[in-house]
């Protein structure tokens, strides 16, 4: 018993400090989540709103619902294209300019580093609206760009085989910084003598890439990919701001259907339904980063 009391009372000075954030975090944290939870098992509506008494218990029919929901896949489709294309190639961009940024004798890293990460802290919205009147289908850039060299222009966020893809070069464009800061890190914890080891055995840079790069970075690529992907999955301000879901559904994203579904028509059980499946799916990736040291072995 005496060493119990031991304990506690060394550990109690700590809980004291750690008390507050954790009450924030079970007030603006735990009970949304588990408030949303109860929601998604109810046909919470308008009229609930008005009236709790309207509210009922209907159990997985949100859910059944939402698997008969032709919109619903057609959202899970588009972002499930927005990240698996989206994500790796956000990566490819991310190791690439930090290796460059990584070259000996390279001057003006800092600024070069500024520079490259300065589109991340952008305000989203504000950076979205000035790449739609840059893919503007009259007036943009990009479009005159085209007239110039002798090619005819393109309905960028009109066209719903390019609408996607402009939304995931904007996408790249803004977070491949924060990326990039993290694999240039790994990057410099490299040891010079595993390159030198490497050009003595006669690797060419491909195989230096393959054999050192590639290994030395390995637990920091996958925790990157994990969480760029993640992020990507939770596409939302993008389609809300340039293009609206259209044309044609072609960016509408799980959680802009969510928001239509939550706070255009109301029905904020389904709406609730659609967030948890979307956790749910966040939950299977997570189990899916391998060991670093296995995956280049």
């Not at 009970?31 to 949303?36: D, L, T």
């Not at 059944?64 to 032709?70: A, E, G, K, W």
């Not at 919109?71 to 989206?86: D, E, R, S």
């Not at 990584?102 to 500024?114: D, E, I, Q, S, W």
């Amino acid at each position: 018993m005496t060493a119990i009391r031991s304990l506690l009372r060394d550990l109690a000075p700590g809980h004291v400090f750690v008390l507050p954030a954790m009450l924030v975090l079970a007030l603006f944290f735990l009970v949304p989540v588990f408030g949303a939870l109860a929601m998604s098992f109810t046909d919470f509506d308008i009229y609930a709103m008005a009236d709790l008494k309207n509210l009922r218990f209907i159990g997985l029919d949100n859910y059944i619902n939402l698997l008969h929901t032709p919109l619903f896949w057609k959202a899970f489709g588009n972002t499930c294209y927005f990240a698996l294309v989206g994500a790796p190639l956000s990566i490819i961009v991310s190791l690439g300019m930090a290796m460059a940024l990584n070259v000996p004798g390279v001057g003006l890293k800092p600024v070069f580093r500024t520079a490259l990460f300065a589109p991340y802290v952008a305000t989203l919205v504000a950076a979205a609206v000035i790449w739609r009147y840059m893919l503007d289908a009259q007036y943009g850039w990009l479009n005159q760009f085209l007239l110039v060299i002798g090619l005819r222009p393109i309905d960028w966020l009109g066209n719903p085989h390019f609408s996607m893809p402009a939304i995931i070069l904007f996408s790249v464009w803004k977070n491949f910084g924060y990326n990039m800061l993290i694999l240039l890190a790994a990057l410099q914890r490299i040891p010079d003598d595993l390159y030198e080891a490497a050009r003595v055995d006669g690797a060419g840079p491909w195989e230096r890439f393959i054999h050192v790069t590639l290994p030395g970075v390995a637990p920091s690529l996958w925790m990157v990919a994990l969480l760029t992907v993640a992020g990507y999955f939770q596409l939302f301000a993008e389609p809300y701001v340039m293009t609206q879901g259209g044309p044609a559904q072609s960016t509408v994203s799980l959680l802009y259907f969510m928001y239509q579904d939550g706070f255009k028509w109301w029905n904020l059980g389904h709406a609730s339904a659609t967030a948890f499946i979307l956790f749910a799916v966040l939950i299977g990736l997570s189990f899916l980063r391998p060991k670093g040291e296995e995956v280049f072995a």
